[in-house]
């Protein structure tokens, strides 16, 4: 599959789109790629302000869809209000949630709440456009964000690194499953991102952009918008990210485990 993914003129659907990576994705294909962009999140302020600012900077044509991907009733409904007044060319399912602390710690309905938003919205969502995207022909596109988290074990991230571990291993078999299609699957899976994520949890105390391969907002949506057009199967981004996806390969689990508990593991 070696067309480049066309996203000028067309509509791209992008989830998680009201902060952090979302808005900078979004961005970066209205501003350097002339795409439609159709911005999903809970915070329909945010997304009014950003679909405003796209249409007046960029000229495109942008609009939003107030949800929350918790719930499986919002879940449902982004698909039928996307597909019923515009054709959807590219989706980017990028929200998410995490958690910084020890596991047993993590309440229950929090713990769903991520199961939920990292995993089961993804995997609807996927079944939903993903035959759509192919019943139309027009060679397009999905984008899963993983997370190196999901490559390597990441103690004291334990949730949310197991999410990551199945939208990796999801998104890859199924870009093998649907790729006689046409229709491609890119899962990116990049370090830290400096957002309001890494602000919530408390690791923004620690890590900053620069640090142990955390990345601006603004950086890592550059690398993602194009390892999606370039129709990348796994892309990290980042040397030192990349190093970390090697070293998964070649070194003992445990030990990755054991190294990366001594660099999360809260203070006491």
């Keep these: 599959m070696n067309q480049m993914l066309e996203l000028r003129g067309r509509w791209t659907l992008i989830t998680g789109a009201s902060s952090g990576l979302g808005v900078e994705i979004a961005r970066t294909i209205a501003r350097d790629h002339g795409g439609h962009v159709l911005l999903v999140a809970r915070r329909r302020d945010k997304l009014e302000a950003l679909c405003e600012e796209l249409r007046v900077r960029h000229g495109v044509q942008a609009a939003c869809i107030a949800a929350d991907l ?65 019943e139309r022909g ?3 596109g999905l984008l899963l964000v993983s997370s190196v988290a999901g490559l390597i074990p990441v103690p004291y991230q334990a949730a949310y690194s197991g999410t990551k571990a199945f939208v990796t291993s999801y998104g890859q078999c199924l870009g093998q499953e649907v790729r006689h299609t046409g229709v491609s699957v890119t899962v990116f899976a990049p370090g830290g991102i400096a957002t309001e994520m890494l602000d919530r949890t408390g690791l923004s105390n620690r ?47 445990g030990f990755m485990a054991q190294r990366t508990a001594a660099i999360y593991k809260p203070e006491r």
């Design 70 to 134: 918790s719930r499986p009733e919002d879940v449902e409904r982004i698909f039928t209000e996307a597909t019923q007044a515009r054709d959807i060319h590219a989706v980017i399912l990028n929200a998410g949630v995490t958690y910084w602390g020890e596991a047993m710690k993590l309440g229950w309905s929090e713990f769903q709440a991520m199961l939920d938003t990292n995993v089961t919205s993804m995997v609807r969502l996927s079944s939903l456009f993903m035959p759509y995207l192919v």
């Design 207 to 253: 890590f900053k952009a620069g640090d142990l391969g955390v990345m601006s907002p603004e950086a890592c949506a550059a690398h993602a918008v194009r390892a999606f057009m370039r129709r990348k199967e796994l892309y990290v981004p980042g040397l030192l990210n990349q190093t970390l996806a090697l070293a998964a390969k070649v070194l003992p689990r």
């Design 138 to 140: 027009t060679r397009g």
